[in-house]
């Protein structure tokens, strides 16, 4: 009976392939609804600091090995999220949303990371300098919510995108895939712990 109900390798992965897939593109539909009514304000920096970087990641490691796109179901369908999203941002965004020196300051390190790639084609170091990159990219929308004292992220978004993350575990092959998805595991819990955080106080206060 329980060897009737396990499923195997192919299988699991087939699920965790169309499941992150259709989660990502799920979240980014509702992600541009949600800009275009202003009902979010996400910060412009953190999403173009997620296209570079993602793009950078996907590249490095397709690169460094003979695995598929979809040996990284979670770096190939982010990459169409962040860029879909980033452009969403800077037709529907507000000014709020624009670069900062701070956020100038994050962009300076993709483009030193990128010179580096560039000069040594090292794929393998490269990607996990991007992956570093991909935890400052979080950076603006954190500082955002210190300044203002306001969460304006959605728990539904980033939920669907940790539950992504996680689904993505089941079909990762290689160890920059592994590295590029516990990163994003563990970057959307903190994430969302902060964000809980600032909605305490801001009730607390």
Same mark, same amino acid.
């Given at each position: ?7 195997? *390798? ?5 699920? $965790? ?21 202003? =009902?979010? =304000? *996400? ?22 090995? %003979? ?9 190939? %369908? ?7 999203? %980033?452009? $969403? ?20 390190v993709v483009l030193l990371i ?11 170091i490269t990607n996990i300098l991007?992956? +570093? ?6 950076? *603006?929308?954190? $500082? ?14 980033? +939920? +669907?995108?940790?539950?992504? $993350? ?14 590029? %998805? ?24």
């Amino acid at each position: 009976m329980l060897k009737a109900l396990t499923l195997n *390798p192919a299988t699991l992965k087939t699920i $965790s392939i169309y499941g992150v897939s259709i989660l990502n593109f799920a979240i980014a539909a509702h992600y541009y609804w949600l800009i275009y009514n202003k =009902k979010i =304000k *996400p910060a412009l920096a953190m999403w173009a600091f997620f296209t570079l970087a993602v793009g950078i990641s996907l590249l490095t490691y397709m690169k460094e090995g %003979t695995h598929s796109l979809w040996d990284n179901v979670l770096n190939t %369908t982010d990459l169409f999220f962040v860029s879909s999203v %980033t452009i $969403s941002i800077l037709l529907f965004g507000d000014r709020s949303t624009r670069f900062n020196k701070f956020d100038l300051g994050c962009l300076l390190v993709v483009l030193l990371i990128l010179i580096f790639w560039f000069f040594t084609q090292n794929h393998l170091i490269t990607n996990i300098l991007v992956q +570093g990159i991909l935890v400052i990219a979080y950076f *603006p929308v954190i $500082s955002r919510m210190i300044n203002t004292g306001k969460n304006n992220e959605s728990y539904l978004i980033w +939920g +669907g995108m940790l539950l992504a $993350s996680v689904l993505a575990l089941l079909s990762t092959e290689g160890g920059l895939a592994i590295i590029y %998805t516990v990163r994003a595991v563990i970057s959307i819990i903190l994430l969302m712990g902060f964000m809980f955080w600032v909605d305490r106080k801001k009730i607390s206060g």
